[in-house]
């Protein structure tokens, strides 16, 4: 059974940092691509950033987190990271990440089906 276990969320302030982490149970990330989604209270759940499986070599993010926000893989830790960099009020929500072993990372933020999600952590951006 593929389990991701996200972990790293809390409370920063607004121009703080946090950094996600996606750790795989029971499987090995390499051949995945991981997205990493977020939902806000009242609002629709939102793509903010995919990479793709093995090296990693493609990145997107959605345009309001560009310049702000890296993801990343290290295989061998079998985690997929989230940095995130001078957050702001407006990032705060649940942060999921998920796997895919087929479609990749195109058209990420579409409703599609993955194959596995993290249970989700909070991220709250206030002063």
């Known amino acids: 059974q593929l389990q991701l276990v996200v972990s790293g969320g809390g409370l920063v302030q607004p121009g703080g940092s946090l950094r996600l982490s996606c750790a795989a149970s029971g499987f090995s990330l390499d051949h995945y691509t991981i997205g990493w989604f977020r939902q806000a209270p009242g609002k629709e759940r939102e793509g903010v950033s995919c990479?793709?499986?093995?090296?990693?070599?493609?990145?997107y993010y959605t345009e309001s987190v560009k310049g702000r926000f890296t993801i990343s893989r290290d295989n061998a830790k079998n985690t997929v990271y989230l940095q995130m960099n001078s957050l702001e009020p407006q990032d705060t929500a649940v942060y999921y990440c998920?796997?895919?072993?087929?479609?990749?990372?195109?058209?990420?933020?579409?409703?599609?089906?993955?194959?596995?999600w993290g249970q989700g952590t909070q991220v709250t951006v206030s002063s």
């Open positions: 998920t796997a895919d072993s087929y479609y990749g990372c195109s058209n990420y933020a579409l409703p599609r089906v993955w194959d596995a």
């Open positions: 990479i793709s499986s093995n090296d990693g070599i493609s990145t």
